[in-house]
């Protein structure tokens, strides 16, 4: 009996006291030495180069003059389309990374803006904005392969970015993202940059496009200040499967400027020539079209700030138009004014109150405002002037 109450002792002794020498190691281990040091440096260098931005604008837009149904798009509209709605325009959100031989860029947008231009059946190439991967081979030389952002134009597609929240109607008609790759250089004291581009506009706002096209960018950045940028593309855009050759040579020049903390200066020119092989489509014809911008902002309080904005769009020969308005196109012209204050309650936060007026200065070209419905039956008649409000709002992080 005693045998028996020693062996049974010795086993409530002996069995916590391995318990706890088997423990001891783990707890007294740290967590770094859990990780190899390859897995260490690649973690820290990962995380270094490794940033997030979100991003989200909401707005509100109201037709001034007559009754269009809540719902309606707005003709040209890059974003904030839809009137008589409070509603998202965008929530982005980018990811780059970036060390001394390569980087990475991925955007991800939901909301009316990434849906506005896009064909039903390839959606998902607006929900993602841009995905690419890049490898420098010397300084300052870089080549990215992907999906890339389209580099023309001074307005972004986020009204974050921009004088006013609503775009130009020619900034409407500016190419969008291309899928190829792009080789870029830049001098060692970053006042030039230049590069070249080769792909195809893998989702036109009507149909794919697998044709190749190509460009040329051109920057100059002598001071923080100041900007000169000179962007062109070229190539056959063309729908695919369609039975025409259509050659574009699209142009366009912009300007930033910040003479002074308070005052805030863009203009655009673009220049687009179209050439095609086939008169058989009636909407499809040579031409040339010219568009053209200017804004100010001025803070004339630190968090508030005035802004003013003229635009003009000219096609005469219906080269861009013709597929956004079944009307009278000849000698098509828009030109308009907009004006905005904007409050910003923190560095990147927003808050905008914005008019704009739209107009042909024709009563017989009438590209704004029509709406047609069966069910409920109701027609709102097309009109040559358009002018609206908005309200946006927005915060990036």
């Not at 423990?23 to 440096?41: F, G, H, I, N």
């Not at 837009?61 to 509603?87: C, D, K, L, M, W």
């Not at 300052?140 to 972004?156: A, H, K, Q, R, T």
Request: hydrophobic share 35%; proline share 5%.
């Amino acid at each position: 009996m005693n045998k028996a109450f020693c062996s049974q002792a010795m086993r409530i002794l002996v069995i916590p006291l391995l318990l706890l020498l088997m423990a001891c190691p783990a707890r007294s281990q740290k967590l770094d030495s859990l990780l190899s040091k390859v897995e260490q440096w690649k973690l820290k260098h990962m995380m270094t180069g490794l940033s997030l931005q979100v991003y989200l604008d909401a707005y509100y837009v109201g037709n001034i003059g007559g009754t269009i149904p809540t719902s309606h798009t707005y003709e040209f509209q890059t974003n904030s389309p839809y009137i008589n709605e409070a509603r998202v325009n965008m929530f982005d959100i980018t990811m780059n990374y970036n060390n001394h031989w390569a980087r990475m860029t991925a955007d991800f947008r939901i909301g009316d803006q990434p849906l506005l231009l896009s064909s039903s059946t390839s959606q998902w190439t607006n929900y993602l904005t841009e995905a690419s991967l890049g490898f420098t081979f010397g300084k300052g030389v870089w080549i990215d392969f992907g999906y890339l952002d389209s580099p023309l134009g001074v307005e972004s597609s986020m009204p974050i970015n921009n004088l006013l929240s609503t775009c130009t109607v020619g900034t409407y008609f500016e190419p969008s993202s291309v899928l190829g790759g792009y080789l870029s250089y830049t001098t060692p004291d970053e006042a030039w940059s230049a590069g070249g581009w080769v792909g195809n506009s893998f989702s036109l706002p009507n149909g794919k496009n697998i044709h190749v096209q190509y460009g040329v960018d051109v920057n100059y950045n002598p001071s923080e200040d100041l900007t000169v940028s000179f962007n062109n593309l070229m190539g056959n855009m063309a729908k695919s499967g369609a039975t025409y050759y259509k050659y574009l040579v699209y142009n366009n020049l912009y300007a930033t400027w910040n003479p002074a903390p308070k005052w805030n200066l863009i203009g655009q020119c673009d220049m687009a020539f179209q050439k095609v092989s086939s008169t058989e489509k009636d909407s499809v014809r040579q031409g040339t079209m010219v568009s053209g911008l200017v804004g100010a902002k001025y803070y004339f309080l630190p968090k508030f700030a005035f802004a003013l904005r003229g635009e003009v769009y000219y096609d005469p020969k219906e080269i861009l138009i013709g597929s956004k308005y079944t009307g009278k196109t000849s000698d098509f012209i828009i030109f308009g004014a907009s004006a905005g204050l904007e409050f910003n309650p923190g560095k990147d936060a927003y808050i905008r109150v914005q008019y704009s007026f739209l107009s042909t200065g024709d009563p017989g070209v009438k590209p704004f405002n029509e709406v047609t419905s069966s069910s409920p039956a109701y027609h709102y008649w097309a009109d040559f002037n358009r002018q609206c409000y908005s309200i946006t709002t927005g915060i990036r992080f």
